[in-house]
């Protein structure tokens, strides 16, 4: 069973495009996180939903919005791509706890966008 | 937020040598996890520290959290091709419950 999962994996379009990435978990957990990794494998936080709620939404632009239909899926729709938008964007996922460790987050595959 | 700095970059190794990574902060942290992401792959979760001074151990890799809790390594002892990824460090974000990631030292390992 796969833990987090997106799709899609790979997303070739133009810039100019609008497109979604879905993110799904069946771990259970209240929060979920969209993170971009660039070309030099640097990971960002992009988005921070807990239990639907947007909770945190780092300088990222207004042309990326996440939504989350319930607690189990994070989608990440974006407008009008850029060049700059090429990176892997990860799904991830953590169930906050009294217990060590605290946060652990679980990452889904990945999804490979490259605009042209 | 917090910033977590991480060193080396990159380290290209031969097998069986060992290879360490550091991470520090300018703040004290109230823990530090690290990932490790293989080629195409994405990050795995290796471990949190918590305590001041705190080592544990996976097989052959060892994990220190400093005495004022604002560095952490990551030391492989006798590297294997299996090792070869990206590692990451991960202190508190500024959210709830997010995390903010170091830039990651990347190893190669060769045969």
């Known amino acids: 069973d796969t833990a987090v999962s997106q799709t899609p994996k790979y997303l070739v379009t133009q810039m100019g495009n609008d497109k979604s990435i879905k993110c799904e978990q069946n771990?259970?957990?209240?929060?979920m996180y969209w993170y971009k990794q660039d070309s030099k494998k640097f990971l960002k936080i992009m988005f921070s939903y807990n239990n639907k709620e947007l909770i945190i939404n780092e300088t990222v632009p207004n042309r990326f919005s996440p939504k989350s239909p319930d607690k189990a899926h994070l989608n990440l729709h974006i407008n009008s791509l850029e060049l700059g938008d090429s990176a892997v964007y990860f799904c991830?996922?953590?169930?906050?706890?009294?217990?060590?460790?605290?946060?652990?987050?679980?990452f889904g595959p990945g999804t490979r966008l490259t605009v042209l | 937020g917090q910033q977590v700095m991480q060193i080396p970059q990159y380290q290209h190794v031969q097998e069986g040598e060992d290879f360490t990574t550091y991470c520090n902060s300018s703040?004290?942290?109230?823990?530090i996890q690290w990932y490790k992401q293989r080629p195409g792959g994405h990050p795995v979760f290796l471990i949190q520290?918590?305590?001041?001074?705190e080592v544990k151990k996976q097989k052959r890799l060892t994990f220190q959290f400093g005495e004022a809790k604002k560095n952490s390594s990551l030391h492989i002892t006798a590297t294997q091709t299996t090792d070869v990824g990206t590692y990451f460090c991960a202190g508190p974000g500024s959210g709830y419950s997010t995390l903010t990631f170091g830039k990651g030292t990347m190893l190669l390992v060769s045969p």
């Open positions: 771990l259970g957990h209240d929060t």
């Open positions: 520290l918590v305590k001041s001074g």
């Open positions: 991830a996922s953590s169930q906050d706890g009294q217990r060590e460790p605290y946060n652990e987050q679980f």
């Open positions: 703040t004290t942290l109230s823990n």
